[in-house]
């Protein structure tokens, strides 16, 4: 628990590679730091699609925003879709939504990959 | 920690006959059953409990995440006693579904359940198919081939009620269309072999929800992405096999959210995956929104070291999943180039609003990270 504001860390998800020892980067263990960072680097990719951003709060939460200014802090990655879903406001965020599919075939093409 | 077994099947196709003939083996360790209806056969020597369905929908309203409370209670129930010594002590519990029930709550409910994931493992999920029958209700009901699906051992019963010279060779295979790699036994009438009971018991070898197991067995495992489909029920299984390495980061992003829109419609997940992080093969199991801890293996069970992902399906397009999952995977490749753009959020500090109240410093000072 966070003894400034009192937050609950969430427990250990099957996603987390930190402090695992047969998770590496190139050899060296991975920091939760590390991992939070790419983890947020990776959904504001997705998200940005939808408009929104998450960002990392403190080490211990993640902030999901709309560009309206709503917030939602939330403890884990299944807790981000959640929070997703409630700032899309009734539009559904999916993963196999083929316009979105082939926004990130664009995004992740060999041309743009090169560039 | 105790084991637990969970028996399903449809209606009619032998679950508690098959319980019951199990029970009064000899060496049997002593079992608590749970049954979720009145079975017509009665089950002797063996402490038996009955509750009717009840479920809870957890916090987050999603009705696949259902937990089965009147199960969660009965246990609970059993165990008190047990420790005021009203009842035997017992070494196994077995919980016999309802013909049309749904035994992905059960699963979840031994994962959600604080007081069944500290007391009980489940060892096995072992679904009976009627060998005369089977085929048709397969391809006809829904609830049939959900519990086919989410087996880890499918048991065909009443093999000798076939008619003469059919073979239970085209069932099988269509048990394996529905769950690729799933174990199956026949239960022969007169006796039950070893190696089943040992299965249900949760103590043959290797874990029944080993996938690399699963995959050397597994017929649909080759290499392409084979779509099976049932005719009536919209379920199909397939498997993608995946050249590039994959990013674990990258897939659990992808599979939560999957899971998070489309649980109710994935039923399973196994697969044997080749993870940029890890050295050797990772093997990996989900039965709709529950995943178990990924298990790490120290070699292939083959030569070919690619990625293998079975999926099984109610009513998604296999094409759908893999384009998606090869997108999200490859975001990785450009994650460098945009690191500055996906980041630049990274940090609320002085000047931004929570809730449209004014942060003023960054809630946790920089040094105490």
């Known amino acids: ?37 790419r983890l947020v680097r990776l959904v504001n990719g997705v998200l940005q699609y939808y408009g929104l951003t998450v960002s990392d709060w403190g080490g211990s939460s993640y902030m999901v925003a ?43 093409s060999p041309r743009n990959e090169n560039a | 920690m105790r084991d637990a077994t969970i028996l399903t099947g449809f209606l009619g196709s032998g679950k508690t006959t098959l319980l019951n003939r199990m029970l009064t083996q000899p060496d049997f360790p002593a079992s608590a059953v749970l049954v979720n209806e009145f079975g017509e056969v009665g089950i002797d020597n063996a402490l ?61 409910t031994f994962s959600a359940s604080p007081v069944l994931r500290s007391r009980f493992k489940l060892r096995c999920v072992a679904a009976a198919v009627d060998a005369t029958l089977g085929a048709e209700t397969l391809n ?4 049939a081939a959900r519990q086919v699906a989410l087996a880890d051992t499918v048991i065909l019963t009443k093999t000798d009620l076939m008619e003469e010279g059919r073979s239970v060779g085209p069932l099988l295979n269509q048990i394996q269309t529905v769950n690729p790699g799933v174990r199956t036994t026949i239960a022969h009438p007169q006796d039950l072999p070893d190696t089943l009971v040992q299965h249900l018991l949760g103590n043959a070898g290797p874990d029944p929800r080993d996938p690399a197991i699963a995959f050397m067995r597994g017929s649909s495992a080759d290499g392409r992405l084979n779509i099976h489909h049932l005719l009536d029920t919209g379920i199909s ?72 992902l079975v999926f099984i399906v109610k009513d998604l397009d296999p094409a759908l999943v893999e384009r998606s999952l090869q997108a999200f995977n490859r975001l990785t490749r450009v994650e460098a180039r945009y690191a500055r753009e996906w980041t630049r959020h990274k940090d609320i500090g002085a000047g931004s609003t929570v809730r449209g109240r004014p942060i003023r410093r960054p809630s946790t000072p920089r040094w105490m990270r």
């Open chain 2, 140 to 143: 006809r009901f829904d609830e």
């Open chain 1, 1 to 37: 628990m966070c003894g400034l504001c009192a937050a609950l860390n969430a427990g250990r998800a099957w996603t987390d590679t930190a402090g695992r020892p047969q998770f590496s980067n190139a050899g060296r263990p991975i920091r939760t730091s590390d991992e939070r960072d």
């Open chain 2, 48 to 108: 038996l409990r009955f509750s009717t369905e009840r479920v809870a929908v957890l916090a987050n309203g999603c009705i696949c995440c259902a937990v089965r409370e009147d199960v969660e209670e009965a246990i609970r129930l059993l165990t008190e006693q047990e420790e005021k010594s009203e009842i035997p002590s017992f070494g196994h519990l077995f919980i016999e579904t309802s013909g049309l029930a749904d035994p992905a709550r059960l699963i979840q």
């Open chain 2, 237 to 308: 299984s397939f498997c993608l096999t995946l050249s590039e390495t994959i990013d674990w980061t990258a897939f659990g992003m992808w599979l939560t959210w999957l899971l998070h829109r489309h649980g109710a419609s994935v039923l399973r997940v196994k697969g044997l995956l080749n993870v940029a992080q890890c050295g050797g093969p990772v093997a990996f199991h989900a039965v709709q929104h529950m995943v178990y801890p990924p298990e790490h293996l120290d070699h292939w069970p083959t030569e070919d070291e690619t990625s293998r």
């Open chain 1, 66 to 108: 709309n560009p309206a200014g709503q917030n939602e802090n939330v403890y884990a990655l299944t807790g981000i879709w959640e929070s997703v879903d409630k700032l899309l406001a009734g539009r559904k965020a999916d993963p196999l939504d083929e316009s979105l599919i082939k926004i990130l075939e664009k995004l992740a």
